[in-house]
């Protein structure tokens, strides 16, 4: 099995180096302690979230949410290229950050909220704190899940203003919709800058919507026969564009 992924911060780890030791303390280092149940000379992984990674092994349980770490190692991965930025359509109830969860597990860099006018579910004023919030905080156990050391961004909430600048301004843009010609499998990702692929609503986009995001250069696209949900079909298309930029390859 693969070490358990812990988050320090960015100084502990900037700092670190073989033979140091980075202490892990507050909800990462409690739940290591209390959850995990960590002992001495146990394995683990330490990420800052910025890129920057280190191995080590258990040095000593300080208490019950406090554990020192011997670092045998440090990286720091560099930043992908291209860089993916998914513009999601606000699902309905937990679907937000269910979306949020397989986008961030296949390797999406940034993850904007989108006000798209079909969408069921708005993030009234009084209430769009907290569901960011539920956001950055899905975006973040699923980084951990998937032993990331660089997590996405989730980005303000956007009006559909927004995403016609991000896509004017990307250096490719891509648009998923059924009623698209082009499979999204066809297409060759650029090999630098910023990938934005924007998930329409359930209720589907308006021709306002198509027909503004079409004048500022992105391409409609479409997965195959089957229509999916919103939660998913981010997942679904990031991950044949993660693959056709070689950010998949295997190296060596």
Known sequence: MTAPVFVVPEADLAAASPGGVVRVAGPDGRHAVTVRRLAVGE????????????????????????????????????????????????????????????????GVDVIVPWSAANCVTQWRPDRAERAHRRWDDAALAAAKQARRARFPVIEALATTADVVALLAAASQALVLHESATAPIGEVRAVDAGDIVLVIGPEGGLTPVELAAFAEAGAAAVRLGPSVLRTSSAGMAAASVVLASSGRWSVEG
């Not at 349980?61 to 513009?87: G, K, S």
């Open 43 to 106: 394995s683990v992984a330490l990420v800052d979230g910025t890129g920057r990674r280190a191995a080590g092994v258990v040095a000593e349980v300080v208490d019950r949410q406090t554990l020192d770490v011997d670092i045998t190692a440090c990286e720091t991965e560099p930043a992908p290229q291209p860089r993916l930025v998914v513009v999601q359509a606000l699902p309905k109830g937990e679907r937000g950050e269910l979306a949020v969860e397989l986008l961030t597990e296949v």
